[in-house]
């Protein structure tokens, strides 16, 4: 079992955490908000050829991400480190992170034809590879700093407010950047990729020095019982890591999409990409009071039917905002307003989440003996991964399909009917099935949680909980 501090989470530890997602983000966001119009606007790409790259792209990231926790696991079972089990791995990828972003977004504007598209693969790969050395030990930190189920729901709260303003800030800004040059010039996007990068860095240094450690590997943990495969075993025996996986494959599709496809809305139905970050801008309260309110719903109504409630407003919203666009002209600022609104009910689920992946841990913990925060982030992180890359891979061949060209001012009114479709009903599609997840897999009851902690206090030989 875990070894747990007797100190208690500090304002301090929260500021921290914040500061990991928001760090990450400020180049992440970069890569669902115009990656896709930097391919094919800028460098030329071929929506087929980029479709195909990011898949093989995200196939490398599915195989990384578990790789990666189970090392970092196994690292720190042979051999612990004095300052912890994942800190010492976010000092190492920050620069790297900073470094590799700034080079994707420039490195491959030099370069045409076959040597612009191997550059822009190598770049691609350097970058996630910086990116999941930050990001599964900064996730994986959420069950090392927290002890009890208020303190992960705390922490999942900071989580969120970081995740808002990391994805915020470059959200608004790159449109804005955009809009004072034309798209097919390579400047906008150097400029944009080397302000997130600096302000990132900074962000996450924040985040390692203001982070702390509070709960280790026990004794019964050692390196030679870590093993790549315990993720088999994980899937057949854990049905809350199942809901949880099931759920960040359909919530990262929606996202993904949206966030993909969020720019040639603006650009080709509404004519004007700077409405996307006044709709932002707009749509930030909305964000910010959910990220207050959500922890203190929590508490009161519990965390799994808040999770479950905001999704399935998120998907009833999405569906009445594609209403409008079939019987009417809709606004672009009416748009981004009930569009932010929809993302935002749906966001819930993610804000929270990772008390639940908290929750899924002390699950397994339970069932097979061994704590492995790594193996067990790093897997959902997959999920995610997974619903990445049917995001942006459907997106981007949907462009195709829908019939869009770049290189044209004005798209036909069947493409613009099926940017509609792309960014507003496929979305609320998926969100229900994040929903469907939670409702129908998802099985730790309040007593069976109870029985959890109840079996982590008893002997080992005690009967484990039915799945």
Request: charged share 15%; aromatic share 12%.
């Amino acid at each position: 079992m875990a070894k747990k501090s007797t100190g208690g989470l500090t304002k301090k530890h929260w500021f921290g955490y914040m500061f990991g997602d928001w760090g990450g983000c400020m180049t992440f966001t970069l890569m669902s908000s115009i990656f896709t119009l930097y391919c094919t606007d800028c460098l030329g790409v071929d929506t087929t050829i980029l479709g195909t790259l990011v898949i093989i792209w995200t196939i490398w990231d599915a195989i990384n991400d578990p790789m990666m926790g189970a090392l970092m696991d196994k690292v720190f079972a042979r051999k612990a480190n004095a300052k912890g089990k994942f800190r010492p791995w976010l000092l190492r990828a920050t620069p790297l992170l900073a470094v590799t972003s700034i080079a994707l977004w420039t490195v491959p504007t030099f370069f045409e034809g076959v040597t612009l598209l191997v550059v822009l693969f190598v770049c691609k790969i350097l970058y996630e590879g910086a990116y999941t050395m930050f990001n599964i030990p900064m996730g994986s930190l959420l069950s090392a700093m927290s002890t009890t189920d208020a303190e992960r729901a705390s922490l999942s709260s900071a989580r969120g407010v970081g995740s808002m303003f990391g994805n915020m800030i470059p959200a608004m800004a790159a449109p804005v950047i955009l809009s004072m040059f034309d798209s097919r010039e390579g400047t906008p996007y150097a400029i944009t990729a080397i302000i997130c990068a600096v302000i990132g860095f900074v962000i996450c240094l924040l985040h390692y020095f203001m982070t702390e450690e509070r709960t280790t590997v026990g004794e019964n943990t050692k390196a030679d019982d870590i093993k790549f495969s315990d993720i088999l075993v994980v899937v057949k025996k854990n049905r809350p890591f199942v809901a949880l996986c099931v759920h960040g494959i359909c919530i990262c599709t929606m996202q993904y999409i949206a966030q993909t496809l969020s720019i040639y809305m603006y650009s080709s139905v509404f004519h004007n990409t700077a409405y996307q970050s006044i709709g932002t801008a707009l749509s930030s309260p909305i964000m910010i009071g959910s990220m207050i309110a959500v922890p203190f719903m929590c508490k009161k109504l519990g965390l799994m039917k808040v999770i479950r409630s905001s999704l399935l407003i998120g998907g009833g919203i999405y569906a009445i905002l594609f209403g409008m666009h079939v019987v009417m002209n809709v606004h672009p600022l009416v748009h981004s307003v009930i569009s932010g609104l929809a993302m935002g009910f749906g966001m819930v689920s993610i804000q929270m989440q990772w008390g639940l992946v908290g929750e899924a841990i002390d699950y397994n913990e339970v069932v097979t003996g061994k704590r492995t925060e790594g193996s067990i982030y790093g897997t959902f992180n997959l999920s995610r991964r997974i619903g990445q890359t049917i995001g942006q891979g459907f997106a981007i061949y949907a462009l195709g399909w829908i019939g869009y060209n770049g290189k044209e001012e004005f798209q036909t009114a069947t493409t613009v009917f099926g940017l509609k479709v792309l960014c507003v009903l496929i979305p609320a599609l998926f969100v229900l099935g994040s929903w469907a997840a939670f409702k129908f897999i998802w099985n730790i009851t309040p007593e069976k949680k109870a029985a959890m902690a109840a079996m982590k206090a008893a002997p080992a030989t005690t009967e484990t909980p039915a799945e």
